[in-house]
């Protein structure tokens, strides 16, 4: 996947706007000229689940994983579900703002959306995690989240045959294949398949002009011009570098809480304050509400803190509607997901604990 | 549907000792016996989605009520669905011991399972909603489950355009179709769906000899003549009738709370306390723990206090093994059951309600 320069706007915006003046005269040449600037700046999803490194995906993991995912045993409580935050069935995540965990407890974070994540540059808001296997390790033995640890993990899935099984078909080189290691690739290589191609803006990227409505097609020659795509390009529109959330003027308070300082607290650079990922947009007019601190119910009122915020500009209403518009271009098709049929718990199952 | 007597084991069981003893000398006959003894007691699920009273089931209604079923924004937090507490991958219930909802407040009865609930002649432990129904428009509405109102659902599904044209398409006949009682109907027609055919035990009950293993009939001949059939039996091999807990012994004080009177609280008949509907014993093995507080974490363990204080024997190890075996009998084949995309949540959508 090639690196898109964080400073894309400058690099793809210029041309495209003098080829915009050269052009004006044919619709068509615009037209054309708009979709190949799209396509320097974007990529579509592919429709086949991505190789991920250093996990082999085989029918046999995802397969698991899917189990793993679904599987509200493995927190403490016996109430949490990866799904239960990031719910497959509303774009990836909770209804919000952020995510109830163990006892009730409230994340300080928006729980982001697990669809396309393989595609991100990092995993979480501050890309702490490299890749998907290392995430799957966090939220579950998070105290505010699932609250478990990898010993108690382990013994539910070893008291569990039909679980033992299942790792040793999909690590069946492993003399041990039970291992929290091999859990998080099993979710890893579950989440994979978790892609949703055929957007949309996906089908304009692959060349059909007629795939977005003039009005997205107007959303999208904004969203480039006027900068939004310097921080949201690449394949997922987003989440492939990191920048900082008040580039031009500081969010409100609400918005950028004064105790997330974002990669700061990951890097200690002070040029890390409040740095964070670039928010993937893909299916974002799914995925209200909106910002890491989830304040923001309305797509078309997030356009505009960012355009405030992040680009010193104040759109129109009008240009506001049209990004939108463009937004919801990239929402993709999704899934089919069989509900798993989970292992049976035993007599030797850790009990559900549901305090401290 | 036959109407099971309450008396079964008096009726049925008779006459089947006799006919054992007539039948001693051919192996072969005794289990055509054994058979046919429970084929008087017992019914098969069937593959075909039953029909339920008031309530024509429909392809339009199963999808809607499938979404309202894994919908958690329906609940105030809108952190907990239907399926949080009848999870369909895990034999229709939650972890236990008992229900964990709004604000982590802990519910005082095992969440019963979805699965096959259809065939229970009511519905609760007390048996206090006639049927799927009614009985879908209570744990919204507990405060102690999901704290909803049927005026914060409404507006749930009236904010979604996406459910407002399910509820037509379900309830065609219906001038304004988004309702309280169709929301519980659509419910009513997707749990309906979630019924579990063919078990070993239905495929013998269907005449094939061989479906259960020789102990697994032993645990079947134990099972009527030792009189559990006298209080499940039917289709769900209990469910079907209300029944005393502690006919002979005062279960002990975790098993049976002081404040838990049964159907007293529904009827105020002295005659009612402590009585509950029998427990549906379809996939039991799958559904620990056990009993209306989910104290007793193996199916063992619960044979052996259910034939105390219910029968007053004291089974043999080998006697309780062979039961634990044929109740394994009662696990069928699940529903492969595609996890809904829910519709999109808008700017008017209530907000999610963290607080009392």
Chains 1, 2 share one sequence.
Not at 153 to 163: G, R
């Amino acid at each position: 996947m090639r690196k898109p320069a964080a400073d894309g706007l400058y690099i793809v915006g210029k041309p495209f706007v003098v080829a915009i003046a050269i052009l004006v005269s044919s619709a068509a040449g615009a037209n054309d000229d708009l979709m190949s600037a799209a396509r320097r700046l974007f990529k579509p999803i592919p429709s086949m689940v991505p190789a991920v490194k250093d996990n082999p995906i085989t029918h046999e993991k995802i397969t698991l994983g899917k189990s793993l995912f679904f599987d509200p045993r493995l927190s403490a409580s016996e109430v949490i579900s990866c799904n239960t935050c990031h719910n497959v069935g509303m774009g990836g995540v909770d209804a919000g703002p952020t995510s109830i965990g163990h006892r009730w407890q409230q994340g300080t974070r928006r729980a982001p959306t697990v669809f396309n994540a393989v595609f991100n540059v990092a995993q979480f808001w501050d890309g702490r995690a490299a890749d998907l296997k290392a995430q799957a390790a966090g939220p579950i033995q998070a105290g505010v989240e699932m609250n478990a640890t990898p010993d108690r993990v382990l013994s539910t899935l070893n008291s569990m045959t039909e679980y033992v099984v299942m790792f040793s078909k999909a690590f069946p080189n492993d003399a041990a294949p039970v291992t929290f290691a091999n859990f998080a690739k099993a979710i890893e290589a579950f989440e994979a398949t978790l892609i949703t191609p055929a957007a949309p803006f996906d089908q304009y990227l692959e060349g059909d002009g007629y795939a977005l409505s003039d009005h997205q097609k107007a959303g999208l020659k904004l969203f480039i011009e006027k900068g939004c795509s310097s921080c949201h390009n690449g394949i997922n529109v987003g989440g492939q570098d990191y920048f900082p959330f008040g580039v031009i003027e500081r969010p409100a308070a609400n918005l950028l809480p004064r105790d997330d300082r974002g990669r700061f607290a990951l890097t200690k650079n002070l040029s890390d304050e409040y740095v964070f990922r670039s928010a993937p947009l893909r299916n974002v007019a799914l995925r209200s509400p909106y910002f890491h601190s989830g304040q923001v119910w309305s797509l078309k009122q997030a356009v505009g803190v960012m355009s405030e915020v992040q680009l010193g500009i104040k759109l129109s209403d009008k240009e506001t509607d049209e990004i939108v518009a463009f937004l919801n271009s990239l929402t993709g098709q999704f899934p089919k997901i069989d509900y798993p049929i989970l292992p049976t718990r035993t007599n030797v199952t850790p009990r559900p604990s549901l305090d401290k």
